[in-house]
């Protein structure tokens, strides 16, 4: 234990269950895994190119993920690499790379989809979908290695990963006449595991709604409050219950109704949302089992944020919970903070301290979830454990003080215990 923990007392965290919440990043790189990069573009440079080739996987490799297999065989790379429940295959040799992922097979050919997927070959830079003799709809990027180099490379295969990624589960599900093929999963979550997400999942629409209908506040003439439980909701869901595939389509598409600027007021919106909310409240059971998995990622679909730009966005909106707090709408009041670190964590690759922080928050805020999921409670009865949530942002200090040694969070203000305006339920 550092200085640090032995001034405060800083104890051993209790062993906490391996769930995985939110959305994979790749922005923390190590320093040896920038450095393989500038080693593959100085054998680019040179002609090396399997050399090169080597390098670029080795940039790509998490250790934790396991999500890159490379061998060479006769002169040639093959590789492997994993993007949520797709497995991207391929080879390279001194002449040209060829990257291909299997999304799903047609038991027969119709033209609603394949006519969808012409369309997507449109909006597609790098790789594009096809159809081969045994009806197996495939996503595939090639390129001659003198034109390959580990930009374009980056580029292309992300593109390739990540739509091979969304499209099997979606037009699966949208398609009868489409199965899925070359499912990659690194593990099935256990049955207790998937009926606590699900529950979660219904509970916590059905409470979002029960307080837009029956709630104090009148939401037809405060519609933004609606906005907020919406969004906050969406979010969370996101982060929470990690869905793949047509969930994780359906919260997307109700972040992009809530930002389109398609010229509809905010109480139009809001309609549309909850429409789209109450089509997951009636799904089966089952469907949401079936895309309940750990995968591994090898490309995040974020973009990075640096601390300044994160306190703007909690500046931008904290304000608004005020007037919510101080009328006595308890539940509008905590969306907002909801809201910030929702939408933050949904949308970027956040610094390493404050998303660990924001995981803080909510694992505050959803108490209750937490502890059916078997982690330690920080909220007993409604009431914080105050020296257990100290000991993990001092946690969180320690485990970042090498990388960030000018982040020191001010325990005497923190917002969780000072806030005035916090609902009282806290």
Not at 292 to 302: D, K, L, Q, R
Request: charged residues 30%; aromatic residues 12%.
């Amino acid at each position: 234990m550092n200085l640090f923990g032995r001034l405060f007392g800083t104890n051993e965290p209790p062993a906490q269950p391996a769930i995985r919440f939110g959305r994979f990043t790749d922005s923390n790189r190590s320093t040896e895994r920038e450095e393989a990069f500038d080693a593959a573009l100085r054998d680019f440079g040179k002609e090396n190119y399997l050399s090169a080739y080597v390098s670029f996987f080795n940039y790509l490799l998490d250790e934790e993920e396991l999500n890159v297999r490379v061998r060479e065989e006769k002169g040639e790379l093959h590789f492997e690499l994993f993007q949520g429940s797709k497995r991207i295959t391929g080879f390279a040799n001194d002449r040209k790379l060829h990257a291909e992922a299997k999304i799903a097979k047609a038991k027969t050919l119709q033209s609603s989809f394949m006519r969808q997927l012409l369309e997507a070959n449109f909006e597609l830079k790098y790789s594009r979908f096809t159809l081969s003799p045994d009806n197996e709809i495939t996503i595939v990027f090639d390129t001659y290695t003198t034109d390959g180099s580990p930009y374009k490379l980056y580029a292309a295969l992300k593109e390739l990963a990540t739509h091979a990624d969304k499209h099997d589960d979606i037009l699966v599900e949208e398609f009868e006449a489409l199965e899925i093929i070359d499912l990659n999963m690194r593990r099935e979550l256990p049955e207790w595991e998937k009926n606590v997400k699900y529950d979660f999942i219904q509970r916590e629409i059905k409470a979002v709604f029960e307080e837009i209908d029956h709630g104090k506040l009148n939401t037809d003439k405060y519609p933004v409050a609606v906005t907020y439980l919406l969004l906050h909701l969406c979010y969370k869901l996101d982060y929470l219950t990690k869905p793949e595939g047509h969930m994780m389509e359906v919260l997307e598409c109700i972040h992009r109704l809530a930002f389109a600027q398609d010229g509809k007021n905010a109480s139009q919106k809001n309609l549309a949302l909850r429409k789209t909310f109450q089509k997951l409240l009636e799904r089966p059971r089952e469907k949401f089992f079936q895309e309940m998995y750990e995968v591994s990622a090898t490309f995040g679909i974020t973009p990075p944020i640096d601390h300044q730009n994160v306190t703007i966005l909690i500046d931008q909106e904290l304000p608004n919970m005020r007037w919510y707090a101080e009328h006595g709408h308890e539940q509008i009041a905590l969306a907002v903070p909801g809201f910030i670190i929702g939408r933050a964590l949904f949308n970027f690759a956040l610094p390493l301290p404050d998303k660990d922080l924001f995981h803080l928050l909510m694992q505050v805020m959803e108490a209750d979830y937490f502890r059916s999921l078997g982690f330690t409670p920080l909220v007993e009865n409604g009431v914080l454990d105050e020296k257990a949530i100290r000991q993990a942002i001092r946690r969180i200090v320690e485990k970042h003080e090498n990388a960030f040694p000018r982040f020191k969070p001010d325990l005497k203000n923190w917002f969780l215990l000072r806030c005035p305006v916090l609902p009282s339920r806290f």
